[in-house]
């Protein structure tokens, strides 16, 4: 009978551990990395790493993270592209940087007299319109469709010129390959039809943290209701 007790005992015993064991692993999977400076929020990583910004290491936050970042990409996803792009800043990138926001996206130049300064108001009035508490969420990029007169020093004058100078805006300078390609991710069509001239879609889109096309504008100062509504549920859902 002692035996058995001793027995029960050390199965009871070992079970425990288990379970604890358990939970220690579950607590050290929520471990989440971020910038001390806080370049990009209350945003988190899952993995060590430097800032995508100022490139400082990021530091194991005590806070529970709302929002880690998942290292898994679908194949919808445009995080899958490789091309190399220029910030309005001169900083080099790739598009699965900017993981972990809703992204509302389009596509211009800013040699452009006649939609592109629409197109662009447009976003500045999507902008305004995200509740204050959920704009830390949402990154608002625009992409030249003229990479060899778009540079950084251009795209970061035409930022300033239209107010677009806050840290929710990126503005991108790519190659006329990777340009295409990601314009045809959005299903955007442009040909130049002058140096300085181009004919284009003229479409806002918008990605979910992992990437992937959840909606699409079509048109010039048309109604944002709809959209203005999908971000606010992407970010409440992801």
């Not at 996206?105 to 204050?132: F, G, H, Q, S, W």
């Not at 909606?215 to 100062?221: A, I, R």
Request: proline share 4%; charged share 25%.
């Amino acid at each position: 009978m002692k035996t058995l007790k001793y027995l029960l005992l050390l199965v009871v015993t070992a079970t425990l551990l288990v379970s604890c064991d358990k939970k220690t692993s579950k607590e050290t999977d929520k471990v989440a990395y971020q910038c001390p400076m806080k370049c990009e929020g209350d945003k988190v990583y899952s993995e060590k790493g430097n800032c995508p910004v100022c490139e400082m290491k990021l530091r194991p936050t005590s806070k529970v993270a709302t929002k880690v970042l998942s290292s898994f990409i679908s194949e919808e996803s445009i995080f899958n592209l490789t091309t190399k792009w220029n910030t309005q800043d001169g900083k080099e990138i790739e598009l699965k940087e900017l993981k972990g926001k809703t992204l509302v996206m389009v596509m211009i130049y800013t040699t452009c007299k006649a939609a592109c300064p629409r197109l662009t108001a447009d976003m500045r009035n999507i902008e305004d319109k995200i509740p204050a508490d959920l704009k830390n969420e949402v990154e608002f990029i625009l992409v030249s469709i003229d990479p060899v007169n778009d540079t950084p020093e251009k795209l970061k004058a035409f930022a300033k010129e239209n107010f677009l100078e806050g840290p929710q805006w990126t503005l991108l300078q790519g190659t006329e390959s990777g340009v295409r390609e990601f314009a045809n991710v959005l299903a955007v069509k442009y040909k130049q039809i002058s140096p300085l001239d181009f004919s284009h879609s003229n479409i806002i889109s918008v990605f979910n943290p992992g990437g992937e096309l959840v909606h699409q504008q079509e048109g010039l100062g048309v109604d944002n209701k709809e959209t203005i509504k999908k971000i606010i549920e992407t970010i409440n859902t992801h």
